[in-house]
């Protein structure tokens, strides 16, 4: 595919300040029980506004950043770098600089995909886009998050321990924001790197979805995309898509359930042994045995109602086949409902064999040279750290 050049970003971004006026198609069809099933806590999202953004100047985003310091360098990766900044009126900002070391189609692509993508959502729970600007390189703006990620703050030994209350919200809150992209948005959008690093909190931790410079649209009358190569995460990708290269809304659901369960155990993705985080857990939620999930830092300080439920979400998530994992609106029905209906989920045993022999392969993801997506010195632990 050949991607716009710069130069002819000039034209498409010749208006100062402009809105997603371009008609955009209905929102996507979606089945007509999960619709009308659609939990209240789901369906809180506002109704659609189309969002608006500004071209900011080179010299504002300079001014911003001061010269693109060094001290206000808070992100960093292979196509990416994240600084720091603030405007004139006082509003805290956050620059995504795409890096000189990726090709001019490389970084055009990641450009375009980002503000194509980001740039028509809006929901409480999303990475705000403020603005863009192409002058002397290719830069995105957004608010910048105070509190950092959700990776920063669970896996820093200097940081205090995040209590329970605070990580049922992030779970809560990510879930409605992935619900909102797979369902509610204007156009679908698969995330691809749902991921603690990609969660960001604001100042009173609410949960922030970032990073979409993996996203892809997801056209109504497909059911699935078809992608290579493989893009992602090692420990969070869900095996059709690692195996097979397809991409749909359980792609994201399957790492929901790993960001679950490195969420209330506190164990990251992968361990120092390559093992994935869902492979250990899986044995563990099989046998019930529920409060060895749990992070040994809260001390037992937890609501035993809202781990086994969250607990319960993850399982689900983290099925080897897609078929048998719920979709987000199922997964905010387990997570907020306080009777579980586990009988609903149970499997046929042939699956559940299947299931099992998948979970032989957990070195897999770590063996293979996957393009990681942490194109994310972006607004992963980029967009974020005031605290980090």
Partial sequence: MRYMRANSLKRLFSVKRRGFDAESPSPSSVNEQDSKSTSKIASETEPFQRPTWKCFSFDEIVQATQGFSSENLVGKGGYAEVYRGMLEDGEEIAVKRLTRGSSEERKVKEFLTEIGTIGHVCH????????????????????????GSVASLLHDEDLPTIEWKTRYRIALGTAKGLHYLHKDCQRRIIHRDIKSSNILLTADFEPLISDFGLAKWLPSQWSHHSIAPIEGTFGHLAPEYFMHGIVDEKTDVFAFGVFLLELFSGRKPVDGSHQSLHSWARPILNQGEIEKLVDPRLGGAYDVSQMKRLAFAASLCIRSSSMWRPTMNEVLEVIVEEKLDEERWNMPKEEEEDQEEFWGFEDLECEQEYESSSISGSPQDSMSTGSS
């Fill in 124 to 147: 409480p729970n999303v990475l705000s886009l403020l603005g863009c600007c192409i002058d002397n390189g290719l830069y995105l703006i957004f608010q910048f998050s105070s509190r």
